[in-house]
C-alpha cells in the first residue's frame, strides 16, 4: 500500500508517519506540509510546499496512492472564522479535489475532532467549519472516505504537538493520562492508535464512515499487537 500524509509534522501526523515507516503492509510514504519532518527512511519521501492550495502541476506526483491521510489543522484559539475556514475547510478541499481526480479509488482519511457539527449551524464556529469539511470529503467521489473524530490524545514515543498550548497541556497532564484512560477508555485515544487505525481502515474500510473516538478505540482493540 502506497500512503499520502498531509501535516506529518504535527503530533497526529507524527503518529500516522511513524506507524506507516514500521507497517510492513506500507510500501510507500510521501509526505506533503510546509516543512518536513527530516526523517530518513527508505520508503519516505518528504516534499515541501508553500502553497497548499494549488497542486495543478502535481498529478505526476499525487497519482498511484491507495490511501492519503489528511492530519493537517490548526487551532481556532483567537482566529476568525474567515481565517479558520481557510485553513481548515480550504486547505483540505484543495488537496481532496486534486487527489480525487487522480486516485479515485483512493481512501481518503481525515482528522477531524470530537463535537464536530455535521448540521454545520450550531453555535460553536470550528465545529460548524470541520462539519462543512466532512460534508464535502464525504461527498467526493472517492472509493471511500472516514472521518476520526478524537477525544483527548496522548502523544507516545517521543511526540509533541507544535502547538505550545498543547504541549504545556499535555505536559501538565501526562501522570494523569494513565487514570484518565482507565476512568474514560472511550475517550483517551493514542498518537499510536490513530495511526494503526488509519492504516486498518486503508486497508479494510469500516461501515461506519464517521468514526468518534469509542470507534476508533474499538477498531484499534481489534488490531493484532504490530
Request: net charge positive; aromatic share 8%.
Amino acid at each position: 500500500m502506497d500512503v499520502l500524509i498531509f501535516g506529518a509534522t504535527g503530533m497526529v501526523g507524527q503518529g500516522a508517519l511513524r506507524e506507516c515507516l514500521a507497517d510492513p503492509g506500507v510500501r510507500r510514504v510521501v509526505t506533503i506540509g510546509r516543512t518536513i519532518t527530516g526523517r530518513r527512511h527508505p520508503k519516505l519521501r518528504e516534499i515541501a510546499r508553500a502553497n497548499l492550495l494549488d497542486y495543478s502541476e502535481m498529478d505526476g506526483e499525487l497519482s498511484g496512492f491507495d490511501a492519503c491521510f489528511f492530519c493537517l489543522g490548526v487551532s481556532s484559539a483567537g482566529m476568525t472564522e474567515a481565517a479558520y475556514h481557510y485553513l481548515t475547510f480550504g486547505l483540505t478541499l484543495a488537496a481532496a479535489r486534486a487527489l480525487v481526480r487522480v486516485n479515485p479509488q483512493m481512501t481518503f482519511i481525515y482528522v477531524s475532532g470530537a463535537g464536530t457539527d455535521s448540521t454545520e449551524s450550531g453555535r460553536i464556529m470550528w465545529a460548524r467549519i470541520k462539519g462543512k469539511t466532512e460534508n464535502a470529503l464525504l461527498a467526493l467521489p472517492f472509493k471511500s472516505a472516514f472521518m476520526l473524530r478524537p477525544a483527548a490524545i496522548q502523544p507516545l514515543h517521543g511526540i509533541t504537538s507544535k502547538t505550545r498550548s498543547y504541549r504545556i497541556l499535555y505536559s501538565a497532564t501526562a501522570l494523569l493520562m494513565p487514570v484518565l484512560r482507565a476512568l474514560f477508555p472511550n475517550y483517551v485515544t493514542t498518537t499510536e492508535q490513530l495511526g494503526r487505525v488509519m492504516i486498518s481502515l486503508a486497508k479494510n474500510g469500516d461501515e461506519k464512515p464517521i468514526l468518534e473516538a469509542r470507534d476508533i478505540n474499538r477498531l484499534s482493540g481489534a488490531i493484532a499487537p504490530s
